[in-house]
Structure formats: structure tokens, C-alpha cells
């Protein structure tokens, strides 16, 4: 008996010392952060908050919902925790998080995925909320339908999702807290957004605590170009999912530094005009001196001198007369590069859109990604025509250049991910294409920080601006660009899309920054490691100084230039051969004048 208890007694203390380790492993991960609104706003206590974690990669999982929490009773900013289950994360997928608060009529939504887990953090993640775009005046509508008669309980959650199935990005959404069945669903939609060449389908969920129904098929939303209504999208009991976190029991203390209120919106400028073209060679060719007159005859003397005609050979020649002869152009110091800025989706651009393209050196090393020269258009339509300076002595010889450009209208932004490759020095490069992204698509994952500088007050011009670039050092290839318009007060905030399958675990990566703030160009001297190597990918700090404006002077008009006079084979100009021969046959004439008059 005493041998039974001492064995069941260190069966126990085994098992003590496992348990934790068992619950550690089987454990949920969670990703954490905070809610807050982009607006001042006043909630009811039927405010319900809920965050939700889907896999945005493009493939057949694209909208699967990965976690979901659900807050009753929220007011913003609140505290969020999503579980999720580690062990069913792909390294090479991405995951975003997406908020949604419904508030009776009030519905709030952040509009841009923020990646996470993969691409981005799990800890404090902030997302912020603001009301339906006024844009979106289409509706994609249908049925949620379900196979089992399972009474779902008041904290299930339906959501109905459309899905750009090219890159797996959730274009728009709507979330149904306690939903009554049949559950019917109305997704507002901008018509704006909707790329005509790519395929959209709709998906949808119900999470109700640790049970979850999916229809991972995706049912065509797009039809003739039209949105498609009255669909049905069915979905089936997929089994357990990880346990939600428990719901704050009060609301959250609003943090003490009050949510910031928006950066107005910048009032629509000029196009800048473009800087002169350098002046071209030029073309027309001096006139030539018009034939010398004729020499004349001499008066026939009784004695002729036969060397009178010779010596007056060299006045025929029609060369002897100095012309004007115009040098070659001089090497300009302006380059000028014209193109067009294109996008497929259907949006048109408002007064405020903001069009940026930047001539950025592509070399490998500290000097990558240096901004050369850069150029911006407020309102237009697309495609957005611009015409680019840059300084002709700022072009090294043996280095890459290629030129980036973002438009900005709105929440709504376009974006080239790696730019366009450019010859560059010419004294005029034209019909250069660049087609832009849709932001939205291009967030698998993001850089995101802060850009500061000693001096620099960006928010004192509306017309100010910022970008941000990733570059992979080795090769000077940039990997991500942000524009960001308009800046808003110091700190100014950047975020910049990249996708996490491009990167080279072994190869080096730092972002780089810069603000024009309306008279000066702020740089970042050196690039700010990232991503690789144990490198943050959130939080970076870049700083910037001042640097001499991007904007080169214009090219001066060449000045003509008088050639020297030719000379002759002994090195005297022939003009002066011309006169010795001139004033000699004077002489002959008058010399034979006076012979005669004596004779």
C-alpha cells in the first residue's frame, strides 16, 4: 500500500509539472491593441464593438475568419484582445484586422486592412474607425443561410463580405451582431473602387462563442459590371473556434491624450506650372556674307603690267568675309521627364486629390533610395498627365534611377509598389507610363512609424506632403512606397505597403522618409534598418533635415556664340590676307593712273 502511494504520489507531482506546459501550448495566441475613432463621436450603451482577424492572402481562405471579438456596451478609444490559434497561422499568408462598431443606425468601420502576425505587429495595434465613406452608394445584398437548425445565441456575430478574389483583399463589409434568422445582409460599396478587370465574390461567417459557420466558396458579386443583389451565400459548421476573450466588464477609461481631430482638408491649388524645357539646339544656320563686289577693271595703260590680274585672285574667294558660326548646345543642367499616371478602378478623382511622383536613385548602398527631384498635381483625372525637372549634375554616372508616384484622394490611395525604370540623363524623356495600385490591395503587410525633424513644422502648408520608401540594401530595389498627403502636425505617421513573400530573410532592408513642406525638402540621411535580422517593422522613428530644394533651376537659352575667324596655312586670319591683297591692287591701279597721265 505504501508503494501505491508513493507512486500515485509521483504520478501527481509528473503531472503537476506538465500541466502548464500542456495549457501554455494548447493556449490561444492574441493579437492586442486599441480602438479609437477617427472623429470626435458620442456612442449609446447599445454600441457594439467587433474586431475580427481574417486571412487576406490571395488563395481559397481569402476572408477566413481567423478570430473575432465582440464588445457590448464599447465606447471609443476601447481595448481589444483577439484570440487566435497559432498553430493554424501559415507563415506565408497574410492577416489583417479589420473594426466595425454598430450603434443602432450609426455603423463605424476602419476602411484600410492593418496587418498583423505575419506582417505586422501583435501588440499594441491601433485601428481607428470613421463613418461609411458617402462614396459608397452601391449595395451588393443577399441571404446568410445555414443547413442546421442550431438557435444561434445574442452574442453570435454574422458577417457578409465582398472579396476582390485577384489579390484577396476584403473590399467592404458588413457586420450583423445578434443577427435574426434568415439573416439577410446589405453591403455598402463604393462603384468607385471596383476594379471592372478583376473578380469579386462574396463570402460570409457566423461566430457565436466558440462555434463558428463558414461559406468559403465566395458566390460571384459582379455581373455585367453591375453589382449583384438578392444572393444567397450558404454556410456550413465548421467546428470550434478559439475561445474569445472575455469583454472588458466596463468600458474602457478613455486614454488621456483625446483622439486628434482630422487635418483639413487641403483647398485645391494650381498645377504647378512645369519648368522650361531646355532650350534646343539650335537650327538655323547664319546667313552667308553675300559674294564681295566686283574689282574694278583696270584702266589700260600703254605698259601693261602683267601681274596686275593675279593679285587680284583672292578677292573672289566668297570665305574671306568673318561669319557668325553657332557652337553646340551646351549640356543642359535641367532634364525634363513627361508621362501620364494610370489606375484601373473606376474612381474619379476629386478637386483634392493629390498626384506625386518622385525620380529616386536606385544604386546600392547608404545613397539608395535619395530623392533626385519630385513634382505634385492637385485634382485632374486620370490619367494624370506630369511633367518632372530634375538637375542634370545630380545624375551619377553607372546608377540606376526610377521614377515612383502615389495619388491621394480622400481615404483612398494609389500607389506604383516598385516604381519604373528611367534613362536618365536626357534632355527630354516623354510618354512614360506609370501604373498605380490600389493601396488597399497592396497592405500583406507594412512599415509603419513616425517621421520627425529639429525645425520642421509640416502642418503649416496644406499643400504639404511625405513619402516613405523600403528598400532592400544590396540591391538598391525599393520594395514599398507611401505617399503621405496631407501631413498633419509633427510627428507625421507613415505606413508603408509591402509584401511579406518578397522579402529575403538573409538580405538587408531600411525605409526611408522625407516631407516637403511647401518651401523645403526634409530627407532622411541614411535608411533606418527593418523588417529582417531582428529589425523592428513598427515604431520606427525617422528624422529628417533640410536639404537645398528638389526643384532644379530652369535651363538658360544657350547664348550664340562667334566662331574665330579661319586662318591660313601660316596662321594669319584671312581677313587679313584679304585687305594686304585689296590694298596691293590700289597701289597697281593707282601707280598705272599716274604713268598714264605722264605719258
Known amino acids: 500500500m505504501r508503494h501505491r502511494l508513493l507512486l500515485l504520489v509521483a504520478v501527481a507531482a509528473i503531472a503537476a509539472l506538465l500541466l502548464p506546459a500542456a495549457v501554455a501550448v494548447a493556449a490561444p495566441a492574441a493579437v492586442t491593441g486599441t480602438v479609437a475613432a477617427k472623429e470626435d463621436v458620442t456612442l449609446t450603451a447599445d454600441a457594439v464593438l467587433v474586431v475580427t482577424l481574417v486571412d487576406q492572402q490571395a488563395s481559397p481562405e481569402a476572408g477566413a475568419i481567423v478570430g473575432e471579438q465582440r464588445i457590448d456596451g464599447a465606447s471609443l478609444p476601447a481595448e481589444f484582445s483577439v484570440a487566435y490559434e497559432d498553430g493554424a497561422v501559415e507563415p506565408d499568408h497574410s492577416y489583417a484586422l479589420y473594426a466595425s462598431v454598430i450603434d443602432g443606425d450609426t455603423t463605424l468601420e476602419s476602411w484600410e486592412p492593418v496587418p498583423v502576425i505575419t506582417g505586422g505587429p501583435v501588440a499594441d495595434v491601433g485601428v481607428t474607425v470613421a463613418p461609411l465613406a458617402a462614396t459608397a452608394t452601391g449595395a451588393v445584398t443577399g441571404t446568410i443561410t445555414r443547413t442546421d437548425t442550431t438557435k444561434l445565441s445574442k452574442e453570435a456575430v454574422a458577417i457578409a463580405t465582398l472579396i476582390k478574389q485577384d489579390t484577396g483583399t476584403l473590399v467592404a463589409r458588413e457586420v450583423i451582431p445578434s443577427p435574426a434568422e434568415p439573416i439577410t445582409f446589405s453591403i455598402a460599396v463604393d462603384p468607385g473602387v471596383i476594379d471592372p478587370a478583376a473578380t469579386y465574390v462574396v463570402k460570409a461567417a457566423i461566430e457565436d462563442g466558440t462555434t463558428s459557420w463558414e461559406g468559403r466558396e465566395g458566390v460571384p458579386a459582379i455581373a455585367d459590371g453591375a453589382l449583384v443583389t438578392d444572393i444567397t451565400v450558404p454556410v456550413t459548421l465548421v467546428g470550434n473556434a478559439p475561445a474569445p476573450s472575455a469583454a472588458p466588464t466596463a468600458t474602457p477609461a478613455p486614454t488621456a491624450t483625446a483622439t486628434p481631430k482630422p487635418t483639413a482638408t487641403p483647398k485645391p491649388t494650381a498645377t504647378p506650372k512645369p519648368t522650361p524645357e531646355p532650350t534646343p539646339e539650335p537650327t538655323a544656320t547664319a546667313k552667308p556674307t553675300a559674294a564681295p563686289t566686283a574689282t574694278p577693271t583696270a584702266t589700260p595703260a600703254p605698259t601693261s603690267t602683267p601681274t596686275v590680274a593675279p593679285s587680284a585672285t583672292p578677292t573672289t574667294a566668297p570665305s574671306a568675309t568673318p561669319t557668325a558660326k553657332p557652337t553646340p548646345t551646351p549640356v543642359p543642367d535641367t532634364g525634363i521627364l513627361r508621362g501620364t499616371l494610370t489606375y484601373t478602378e473606376a474612381h474619379e478623382l476629386t478637386a483634392e486629390a493629390r498626384s506625386v511622383v518622385l525620380l529616386v536613385e536606385g544604386s546600392a548602398g547608404p545613397a539608395s533610395g535619395t530623392i533626385v527631384a519630385s513634382t505634385s498635381m492637385t485634382g485632374g483625372s486620370e490619367p494624370v498627365a506630369f511633367e518632372l525637372a530634375y538637375p542634370w549634375a545630380a545624375i551619377k554616372a553607372d546608377t540606376s534611377y526610377r521614377l515612383y508616384a502615389g495619388i491621394a484622394d480622400g481615404d483612398l490611395a494609389w500607389v506604383t509598389p516598385i516604381g519604373v525604370a528611367v534613362n536618365v540623363p536626357q534632355p527630354t524623356i516623354e ?74 530573410a538573409d538580405a538587408d532592408y531600411v525605409v526611408r522618409g522625407s516631407i516637403w513642406d511647401g518651401t523645403t525638402l526634409w530627407n532622411t540621411d541614411i535608411g533606418t534598418p527593418v523588417i529582417t535580422k531582428d529589425n523592428a517593422r513598427n515604431g520606427v522613428v525617422m528624422t529628417v533635415t533640410a536639404v537645398p530644394t528638389p526643384t532644379p533651376a530652369p535651363t538658360p537659352a544657350p547664348s550664340a556664340e562667334v566662331a574665330p575667324a579661319p586662318t591660313g596655312d601660316g596662321g594669319l586670319p584671312w581677313g587679313l590676307i584679304v585687305l594686304a591683297g585689296i590694298g596691293a591692287l590700289a597701289v597697281v591701279v593707282l601707280v598705272a593712273r599716274s604713268r598714264s597721265s605722264k605719258a
Do not use: C, H, W
Not at 490600389?438 to 509603419?448: G, M, N, Q, S
Not at 511625405?466 to 507625421?492: D, H, K, M, W
Open 431 to 504: 510618354n512614360i507610363e506609370l501604373p498605380l495600385q490600389f493601396r488597399p490591395d497592396l497592405l500583406k503587410a507594412a512599415v509603419t512609424g513616425t517621421i520627425t525633424g529639429v525645425g520642421l513644422d509640416a502642418a503649416r502648408d496644406p499643400e504639404a506632403y511625405g513619402t516613405a520608401l523600403i528598400i532592400r540594401v544590396n540591391t538598391g530595389e525599393t520594395i514599398g512606397f507611401q505617399l503621405i498627403s496631407p501631413t498633419g502636425a509633427i510627428p507625421v505617421p507613415f505606413s508603408v505597403p509591402y509584401d511579406p513573400t518578397t522579402v529575403a
